[in-house]
């Protein structure tokens, strides 16, 4: 049985979790954390971490960037390996997880999703071969009207992941309606769109001399996020200090 206390438990990806907890014979949530008491839980919730006391086997994450300093020093006090799922961290934040996982197990992913994961490999292998024949590469994803961050850390994962495979820099361009040029081939466009209730669109485009190919991934239900960050923290209790990724745990 692995034990965890749910961080950002009110929210709706909270919700989510618990849901897919309540399924899973080897999974108990035993405390939530969060800036809103709920006292609708089957489990004690904190607004104040000190109060929570409870041991456990992991953190799972799915809160907000402003919530994650701390969490972070609650995660290293206690010694308690941490699923971070929360998207958007500045890069003092990121420069602070890195340190924090010289001291704790933290597996962190902006996406939790198995098919992401699987496209993340895809599209950083189709980057090798299609970007040194000239293909232009442009990441797009849409999201519902109630995200906070743009682009999503998803976009940012894969652009990343493409960035890595690559033999040269390219930059990442947000916006082109302030320049009058044509476009480079040192860059990777990233593309936010928000509306309505999608849960979660990305697609690659590898555009090159006429032919077009789209690697897209479409989310239905946040459940996908959630079974995800289940066996991340199966996967993460007991673990050593270190940074982890889901790309640990699919294999």
């Known amino acids: 049985m692995t034990r965890i206390i749910l961080h950002g438990c009110s929210g709706h990806m909270g919700h989510v979790v618990a849901e897919i907890a309540a399924q899973d014979p080897d999974l108990s949530i035993v405390a939530g954390l969060d800036a809103v008491d709920d006292d609708t839980r089957p489990f004690p919730v904190y607004i104040d971490k000190k109060d ?12 907000t960037a402003k919530a994650v300093d701390s969490l972070l020093d609650y995660c290293v006090e206690r010694k308690l ?6 998207t ?7 420069a602070k997880v890195r340190e924090a996982s010289g001291e704790i197990a933290i597996l962190r992913s902006a996406n939790m ?3 992401i994961n699987t496209i993340l490999k895809l599209t950083a292998e189709a980057a090798k071969v299609l970007y040194p024949a000239g293909f232009d590469i442009e990441v797009e994803e849409m999201h519902h009207r109630r995200k906070l961050d743009a ?11 493409i ?3 690559l033999d040269e820099e390219v930059d990442y361009v947000y916006d082109r309606s302030a320049r009058s040029m044509a476009r480079p081939k040192a860059e990777i466009g990233i593309s936010s769109l928000r509306g309505g209730t999608v849960v979660g669109e990305h697609e690659v485009v590898f555009a090159g001399q006429d032919e077009v190919i789209r690697i897209s991934h479409s989310a239905f239900s946040r459940a996908i996020f959630a079974k995800g960050a289940a066996a ?11 940074l982890y990724t889901m790309s640990d745990v699919i294999g």
């Open 81 to 86: 390996p941490l699923v971070l799922c929360t």
């Open 163 to 165: 960035r890595g495979a």
């Open 52 to 63: 929570c006391t409870e041991e456990a086997d992991a953190v799972v994450d799915f809160s």
């Open 151 to 161: 682009p999503s850390g998803t976009a940012l994962l894969l652009a990343d992941g």
């Open 232 to 242: 991340a923290a199966k996967f993460l209790a007991g673990k050593p200090a270190g």
């Open 88 to 94: 958007g961290l500045t890069e003092e934040q990121l």
């Open 113 to 115: 999703s198995l098919g």
